[in-house]
């Protein structure tokens, strides 16, 4: 019997040299190995700024603490989703909309975004599932559609002059959508480099945005930095300039900023990630063959719009409920292969039945959910050990009756 992971880190030698350098080097908090890894983001994604932090989570929520959302707004986002992207909505003090997914489909109900809009609405939080992406095009042209009902709080409101569109898109660094790298199509894009994701440093995210008439890049790149560092006017690697000690508290912010440690692995995942991207890709399309003639909807990671990241493989199987889902999932591991459920929705858990959420009203969601498993994908798999997770898959749900 194999052992299969579900999502080991893809860590070769050259991340490893790159953090004994770093240790060597005596810089390993905020420094200028994050700097570069800030500049390679921007000029891989093609957009001017990137501001690199200590996850996805306190992207988006520094990014809507900067945009100046808070307590009286609205803010609205999927609930088919890990808890992040609307906990952080919660923690600014604004109210969570939580909209249904499309049905089939576990992207934002676009139906359902435009009918949630009212003046109170700021921004909405799309998630790009597996890798996904949504689509854009459409989420700015609601946004657009609705501008008259947009009341703008501060002079950075009003330079959109309607809802912003800001990505949890913490699955889909390298994506596309009409040949779009992700963080150049929503207002904000914020990324995760979680030790599972395809590009990791660990712990990380980062938040980069397109550039808009009327908002300076470097001034905007300057409150992230205050923010993510207590308020300080400088940073530590400022502050090692002769004479330079002296520094301002500007704000009372918070401490979520990247280390240099971090972005030595980033700098030498980026360097490879256009390989490691093409091998998930290969490893889905053998998933999708080996699967085609069996009752396991995988989802869809290549159209004529999108060009996933592969992150996730998620399956949906066929006559399965939950008591047969979770039953498949325990017998799979006794095989050697570990599984995931991507995602069990908001409203299912206490926190959010606590705020008044109740799953009857995401039907979608909830049908997503209730048969669907996360089958390994990472580029430690070897062709056959496809094979035997699809093998495994096979036999399981022969044993259970669903063949």
Known sequence: ?????????????????EVVETLKSGWITTGPR????????????GTNRTVCLNSDTAALELTLRI??????????????????????????????VMVDTMPDAPEINYEQVEAAVTE????????????VMCDYRRLHEIADSKSRLFRAKNELQQAYNRMLVIADS???FGARFDGVRSGNQADFTCFSFHAVKNLTTAEGGAVTWKSTPGIEDAGLYRQYMLYSLHGQSKDALAKTAAGSWEYDISLPGFKCN??????????????????LLARRRTIVERYQENLRDFPVAVMKH?????????????????NADEPVRNEI?????????ATNVHYKPLPMFTAYKDLGFNISNFPNAFALYENEITLPLHTGLSDSDVDYVCDSLTTVLQEAGLL
């Not at 500049?39 to 891989?44: G, L, M, Q, T, V």
């Not at 986002?77 to 890990?82: E, G, H, L, V």
């Not at 999932?329 to 292969?337: F, P, Q």
């Open 1 to 17: 019997m194999r052992t299969i992971p579900f999502s080991p880190p893809d860590i070769s030698d050259a991340e490893i040299r």
């Open 34 to 45: 994050t700097k570069e890894f800030e500049r390679k983001i921007s000029e891989y994604i």
């Open 67 to 96: 945009l100046g959302i808070g307590p009286g707004d609205e803010v609205i986002t999927t609930a088919y989703t890990y808890t992040a992207s609307a906990a952080i909505i919660e923690h600014v003090g604004a109210r969570i």
């Open 120 to 131: 109170r609405t700021k921004a909405i939080i799309p998630v790009d599932i597996a890798g």
């Open 170 to 172: 913490a699955h889909g």
């Open 258 to 275: 990247m280390t240099d440690l971090q972005a030595a692995i980033g700098l030498k995942q980026l360097e490879r990630y256009d390989a």
């Open 302 to 318: 290549i159209d004529a719009e999108r060009e996933s990241s592969c992150h996730l493989l998620i399956t949906r199987i066929g």
């Open 329 to 337: 999932i325990r017998r799979l591991a006794e095989r050697g292969v």
